[in-house]
């Protein structure tokens, strides 16, 4: 690359990041080796990329808000519907609203280092850049969730069958009657439950 | 109970080699010094067989008779009491036809040992799933040391009748306080247990299993032994429940070498491992008997070691030591869940909850 031809912003920025390929790099290189103002602009790219990576990000949500945005989408199927209530009153009620203000908050952040990185970080060729997604779920990966109870159940009377002195039959019917959640528990278990359930 | 083709050796070993003391003694005293034949003596006792060669009798036995009978199962802390059918045929062969309650009545659980089909009249549903293969570790006398180890054993030299049988009866009890765990009436001819009373930690009775008849002689079809008919007329659900043994020398090496698999947890011994896939995940089964008992341990990678994991709604939370854990009820088992920094920890038995806890307590204290 010659002293003449000076690199863009966004070929710097690339540079920068190392998302040039290798003769380009060299080329820029080369250039910023002989070129005290190109040398200043790099220099004050780098320092600007160093001030927003060192910004804080968008703080999380309490504890509990995972939990409890995960029962309202299970539980509440009259809402998942949302057929039968106009937006407002879904939008407008308390849970929603507690839940809305995390969601904007983080999605605001999320968009706005966005916007100031994109600039900075794009490459000199054109990149097709996936579309943004707006949503919660995408700037957190899913929360882990604890395996299935009736599978567990299964595999644990299989286990117990085996047991030399064991009653196959009644550990076929407990998988079943856990399958089919069709025994609730009154205030314990119902088989061998001890005395002692208050720790 | 399915037969695990490899114990069989020592099955029939035990049982061969049990009566040959016998013999020599009973030979001692049949042939004097004299060498002239004694004349046969009536002894004052009847004979009562060690408890130890009782459950050989089982072990030995239990599958090898074809039967069919009516089996009760009573849950007295809730009153509910379920009837079945039983139809047994050698080896694995097994039907459970539902009578009573109501609500169940219909209901039809049939399996050869490796899958197991369930007809649910009500919703028109066969659920089929593969069974866990060879789950323990395969070694009855492991669980017989555990046993005596664990537990007081005792028979009754009165014999007892159960279901118009000749019975005896064996009992279990805890050590601590003498209180009563176990109660097996244990068929004089066929060696089956034809009824069973299960104990809660309190001492009293929690569940009985009991053939109200039974006979050895019923014709038992091949059609009794499949739903296949069935699958053609109804929805088919596939339960995956796969499991794959796991070596107990291979354990330290699983869940990327996370995974936590102590010995022991008190009494409970590390009897046999699995490992399988919930939806997809990974997860290592670890059993741990007492000899009479089974946990169940379930580990599961944590992806997000930041945020807690979710547990089913329901699930009340109780601290042991420093740690949150999540307890819950499913029919009549137990089931705690907690979290440590790299794994989620289930354990889930049919026990009480002091049991439970101690076991997690002995879990935690291990990682």
């Given at each position: ?19 040039l ?12 080796h002989?070129?005290?103002a ?47 209530r106009p ?29 100031f ?69 009154a205030?314990g ?11 | ?33 004299s ?42 802390r809730?009153?509910?009491a379920v009837?079945?059918l039983?139809?047994?045929?050698p ?21 050869d040992g ?10 028109k ?23 005596r ?17 000749k ?21 004089r001819g ?33 059609s ?59 997860v ?14 379930f ?9 807690p994991?979710?547990?089913p709604?329901?699930?009340?939370v109780?601290p042991?030591?420093?740690?949150p ?5 499913r ?12 794994l ?14 101690t ?7 291990n990682?």
């Amino acid at each position: 690359m010659s002293k003449e031809y000076h690199p863009h912003g966004e070929q710097l920025s690339a540079y920068i990041d190392s998302m040039l390929d290798i003769p380009k790099m060299r080329g820029i290189g080369e250039h910023l080796h002989v070129c005290a103002a190109c040398r200043g602009r790099e220099a004050d790219l780098r320092h600007t990329k160093g001030l927003i990576r060192g910004l804080p990000g968008p703080s999380l949500p309490p504890a509990d808000f995972w939990v409890s945005a995960y029962r309202q989408l299970r539980v509440d199927d009259r809402e998942r519907a949302g057929a039968k209530r106009p937006l407002w009153a879904v939008l407008s009620s308390p849970e929603q609203l507690a839940h809305r203000r995390w969601a904007v908050g983080i999605t605001a952040a999320a968009v706005a280092v966005g916007i100031f990185n994109a600039p900075l970080t794009s490459t000199i060729r054109p990149v097709k850049t996936p579309p943004l997604r707006v949503s919660v779920a995408s700037t957190l990966s899913p929360q882990d969730v604890s395996p299935d109870v009736s599978s567990l159940a299964e595999l644990h009377t299989d286990s117990v069958s085996r047991l030399p002195l064991a009653d196959p039959d009644r550990q076929k019917m407990i998988a079943a009657d856990v399958q089919q959640s069709s025994i609730p528990p009154a205030d314990g278990p119902e088989a061998v439950a001890d005395a002692d359930t208050s720790f | 109970m399915p037969i695990r083709r490899s114990s069989l050796l020592i099955r029939y070993s035990l049982a061969l080699l049990l009566p040959v003391p016998l013999l020599i003694a009973s030979a001692g005293t049949c042939r004097p010094a004299s060498g002239r034949l004694a004349k046969p003596t009536v002894s004052a006792k009847p004979f009562v067989p060690t408890a130890e060669s009782l459950f050989v009798q089982v072990l030995r036995s239990e599958d090898l008779f074809p039967y069919k009978g009516r089996q009760i199962t009573t849950y007295w802390r809730t009153g509910r009491a379920v009837e079945v059918l039983v139809f047994h045929r050698p080896v694995d062969d097994r039907r459970l036809q539902f009578l009573n309650p109501e609500a169940q009545r219909g209901r039809l659980l049939v399996s050869d040992g490796a899958e197991q089909w369930e007809y649910e009249p009500h919703q028109k549903v066969l659920r089929h799933r593969r069974l866990s293969p060879g789950a323990l570790d395969d070694d009855d006398l492991l669980s017989y040391t555990l046993l005596r180890a664990n537990y007081l054993l005792s028979v009754d030299p009165k014999v007892r009748t159960v279901a118009e049988r000749k019975t005896y009866l064996v009992t279990i009890k805890r050590p601590a306080g003498q209180t009563l765990a176990r109660r097996f009436w244990i068929d004089r001819g066929s060696g089956l247990i034809l009824k069973r009373e299960i104990y809660g930690e309190d001492g009293k009775l929690a569940v009985t299993v009991g053939f109200s008849d039974i006979t050895y002689h019923a014709a038992l079809a091949g059609s009794l032994f499949s739903l296949a008919g069935l699958a053609k007329s109804v929805h088919v659900a596939e339960l995956p429940t796969a499991e794959t043994a796991a070596p107990l020398s291979t354990l330290q090496s699983q869940l990327d070498g996370l995974a936590s698999a102590p010995a022991t947890l008190g009494g409970y011994r590390l009897v046999g491992a699995t490992t399988t896939k919930i939806g997809k995940h990974p997860v290592l089964h670890l059993r741990y008997s007492d000899g009479l008992n089974l946990a169940s341990i379930f580990e599961q990678r944590r992806t997000q070691p930041g945020r807690p994991t979710l547990v089913p709604a329901g699930m009340r939370v109780v601290p042991i030591g420093a740690t949150p854990v999540h307890v819950g009820h499913r029919a009549s088992l137990t089931t705690l869940n907690w979290d440590t920094p790299t794994l989620n920890v289930t354990l889930i038995g049919e026990m009480g909850l002091t049991t439970l806890r101690t076991l997690a307590q002995y879990a935690l204290q291990n990682r």
